[in-house]
T-cell receptor, first 113, second 111 residues
């Protein structure tokens, strides 16, 4: 079985400050890890993925994520938050041989001006 | 433009009625998926299809049915057997690299 945990329902950060949205996972074998963002009443937009290689992955809109195998984590980060980053963020995982992603429950990011 | 089109965006259903949600993609992806989103629960997998004329149950398939007669199309039927169908339904497709591309969703409300 594969699973994802996003321990924070909401993260609040001031504009211009760095942000981190946490994600831990459980999967058999090597993980395929993803981050998505969702704006109200919209579908999910792909931000970035880790399949193999460098543990620091860069994605869209200045976001990046760090894969940590020993801690089974894949935290999303951004050096300087924008008010427009306020949205719902989902972490997802797929194990080797599996064809569907399992999503976390989501973390709402609120960036205050 | 390439992408995934879901329709209708909003749908209202009386109890006991079946409804079908449409999902069409022109990305030439083999794999397609249906997820259900409820507040505070993230996305849960209903059905997925890796190839035409084949599909697999996901974690919450009871009360739903699908077909995959064409590569471009993966409609979802919400049957009267689904006890709590009010939700936001998301369709996605995927290339071999694994990331999902989502449609804009269909919001179903049972009256």
């Amino acid at each position: 079985a594969q699973s994802v945990a996003q321990p924070e329902d909401q993260v609040n950060v001031a504009e211009g400050n760095p942000l981190t949205v946490k994600c831990t996972y459980s999967v058999s074998g090597n993980p395929y890890l993803f981050w998505y963002v969702q704006y109200p009443n919209r579908g999910l937009q792909f931000l970035l993925k880790y399949i193999t290689g460098d543990n620091l992955v860069k994605g869209s809109y200045g976001f990046e994520a760090e894969f940590n195998k020993s801690q089974t984590s894949f935290h999303l980060k951004k050096p300087s938050a924008l008010v427009s980053d306020s949205a719902l963020y989902f972490c997802a995982v797929r194990g080797e041989g599996r064809r569907a992603l399992t999503f976390g429950s989501g973390t709402r990011l609120q960036v205050q001006p | 433009d390439g992408g995934i089109t879901q329709s209708p965006k909003y749908l209202f259903r009386k109890e006991g009625q079946n409804v079908t949600l449409s999902c069409e993609q022109n990305l030439n992806h083999d794999a397609m998926y249906w997820y259900r989103q409820d507040p505070g629960q993230g996305l849960r997998l209903i059905y997925y299809s890796q190839i035409v004329n084949d599909f697999q149950k996901g974690d919450i398939a009871e009360g739903y049915s699908v077909s995959r007669e064409k590569k471009e199309s993966f409609p979802l039927t919400v049957t009267s057997a689904q006890k709590n169908p009010t939700a936001f339904y998301l369709c996605a497709s995927s290339p071999a690299t694994g990331e999902l591309f989502f449609g804009e969703g269909s919001r179903l409300t049972v009256l």
